[in-house]
């Protein structure tokens, strides 16, 4: 599985880390990132849901 994440795009709103808290953190500028190791999203099996949750998609996942 690819995750992509456009931080341009994104606004903060943390639905990312709420849907998957395994995979995605936000940062001190609370913009979507990865957790160190979960590039390929395997830390959380709701990771799937994530780019639904995002009001602005900034997430995506292929794979």
């Known amino acids: ?3 992509t994440i456009d931080r341009d ?3 903060g709103s943390g639905q990312c880390v709420m ?3 395994g995979v995605f953190t936000q940062d001190d500028d609370a913009l979507v990132a990865l957790l160190p190791g979960q590039e390929d999203g395997s830390g959380d099996p709701r990771v799937r849901d994530v780019p639904m949750a ?6 995506m996942i292929s794979g």
């Open 19 to 21: 849907t998957a808290p």
């Open 9 to 11: 795009r994104c606004i």
């Open 54 to 59: 995002c009001p602005v998609q900034a997430v």
């Open 1 to 3: 599985m690819r995750i």
